[in-house]
């Protein structure tokens, strides 16, 4: 690898290091509400080790270093022999190494490595025997970069690296597909398992759990750990369940939220928790559906949260989750506005491009909250969540929808806006923020809570007209596919489920902020249409910043594999060509120079309403049927198509001037909450905006 290659795998300098503001909001708490927090912010924590392949060992030599430096980090340097350069990588590198939870960036599942030689590293960790004993233990995963395959999170087959499928160097994505439909068969849920082949070629299921032996009362399918493969390509082959995975960890997990239980504010809280608790320390994800379940009936709390193997964009097989907790203050201020969104929802629904019968019979109305986050435990920390993920919830029950408030106000020094005209900079500086609220606000509620599946439940019980199907918009004829028994969405689509929904999600929050009236709801405008209104000030921004995202995306798409490396850039820039494509000179990019130096993105504002919206409705509409209806094969490959890269101009012109252009992402310093036994109080520590305010974050975390 060159060094030009290489040079976009280096570490962020500096890295865009943001506090977490929060203290006026859990000051106004209750001392009950505090320590409620506290013990789900403990929680959530206590899984930080349950981390991607490499991570481990390093943030222990990280911690150990600053213990070492003891608060005077020139003192140290000056001991280990290291000029302010190479401290200031290494302390640069910690940074983003923290913010991420783990050396492979959230946003992207790509490998950082530090901005100066191995020695500088070798000499900080000579200060100490411990900071020198987790440095060895590293292996020299800090700084390699000899295979380029390994710089990037994926499928061992295809020469990637991943801490789903541990000590498994030659399992297939045969295998692992087979073992997946399995699962789905016997009604064994993926979201808290990994899975290794063993050199005997057994193919063993390790459950997150703190349990390290079955339940007494037996698992999620009973109480047998070992089956032979009835049929299929693993036919013959055994498939055991091995309990404990994470045992230390789960077990620490599940005694803190039997503490949040005992804190909560009423008996839905403390089921949801007990809830918790039985599935993290017997490894069942049945009781975990069971904790979403009570989540989902927990309506309007003061604290919020969330935690278990939620999200599955990392698994490259997109069904196994990456460990993910938050405890967050509710804003009432903010809240009340997404709460008229929510009341609006049924009346906005129906003006997307699909006829009923591909939609909820009835809106389960979500409560809709703005929060200001206490503790976010995970790779990254998104705007907006909209959970649980199982379909059978989802569609029957409901689920929730949360902003994060102090995520969407945090600024970083000196934020640029690259490949925004000078025309359109000051009003997109200006509404950015305003326009991001509304694009997420609708992308929450009303795109991932829009939509019906259809299902054949239980076999022949279908959730649609099975005689009479309804007819596809797509085809005009009664739609052929649908759901089968045991099938999710997830199953059916597999590893490309991920960047599809987001895109879909995506597209109806760019169709539905069109309606005023969904702008008046922000409080932009009075409802009426007016593109040349603030509130289509809004709008231009909104629109301005999905192009200027799409474009930005193809930073995540690595040029050796060809390949996608984070879903939602994916379906960003599946959305700017749609914009591209829409014609009428809607969107363009515009330059002159021939190495694309001075790229900017030309938007036609009075468009939008017209050819801009009809392009994103045709794009939605497509999308959306071909998930409604389980029609995988048209699904993929109209998706694939749509964000399909290639090397030549996209992936080597654009894209270089892009790296050339790029902004380092945001990592955020958190607090952290030190409860006094003897009082029942819980006080609040916050850190200063920079790379040593983040490390002793985290190193105050280890003694707590």
Known sequence: MNAQELSQYLADAPPAVVR?????????????????????????????????PEAESIYDFIIAVNKSAAGDWKALAQKAGVDEEGLTAFLNYSAQFLGNSGNYKSFGDSKFLPRCDESVFAALAATSPEAEK??????????????????????????????????????????IAAVSKWMEDKGLLPENTRLQKTKDGVYELL????KTSIPSNGGDIGKDTEFVVEKGPLEGKTIKLVYGDYAKEMKAIAAFTKQAAENAENE??????????????????????????????????MVECNIGFIETYRDPAGVRGEWEGFAAVVNLER????????????DLIPLLPWSKDFEKDKFLSPDFTSLEILTFCGSGIPAGINIPNYDDIRQQEGFKNVSLGNI????????????VSDADLDLFQKYRDAAFEVQVGLHELTGHGCGKLLQETAPGVFNFDHENPPVSPLTGKPVTTWYKPGQTWGSVFGGLAGAYEECRAELVAMHLSCE???????????????????????????????????????????????????????????????????????????YKNDDLSDLIIKLDRSKILTSGRKAVAEFLQKIHIYKATADVENGAKFFTDMSSVGLEYWGTKVRDVVLKNKQPRKVFVQPNTYLDEATGKVELKEYEAS???????WADREEA
């Open 408 to 419: 969407l106000s945090a600024k970083a020094p000196n934020e640029k806006a690259p490949f």
């Open 335 to 346: 809240t009340r506005a997404f709460g008229e969104l929510v009341r609006s929802a049924p």
């Open 20 to 52: 977490l503001e929060i203290a006026k909001h859990f000051k106004a708490l209750t001392d009950k509400q505090k320590r409620y927090a506290h013990f789900i912010s403990r929680a959530s924590l206590a899984g930080n080790r349950i981390s991607p």
């Open 207 to 210: 459950i997150a759990s703190a």
């Open 268 to 301: 839905t809280q403390e089921k949801m928790h007990l809830a918790y608790t039985d599935s993290f320390d017997g490894g069942s994800l049945l009781s975990f559906k069971d904790s979403q379940r009570h989540w989902i009936r927990d309506q309007g709390p």
């Open 134 to 175: 987790h440095y060895k233990a590293t292996n020299g995963a800090i700084f390699s970069a000899d295979k380029p395959g390994l710089l990037h999170l994926g499928f061992t087959e295809d020469g990637h690296t991943t801490t789903y499928y541990p000590d498994s160097p030659d399992i297939t994505k045969e295998e």
């Open 691 to 697: 790379p040593e305010g983040m490390i002793q974050s």
């Open 516 to 590: 005023f009236k969904a702008l008046k709801i922000f409080g932009f405008g009075d409802g009426t249409v007016d593109i040349d209104g603030e509130a289509g000030d809004v709008l231009y921004a909104a629109y301005l910043n999905m192009a200027r995202a799409g474009l930005t995306s193809v930073e995540f798409w690595d040029p050796k594999s060809q390949k996608w490396g984070q879903p939602h850039c994916q379906a960003r820039f599946a959305i700017l060509k749609c914009f591209l494509e829409a014609g009428d000179d809607f969107c363009k990019l515009e």
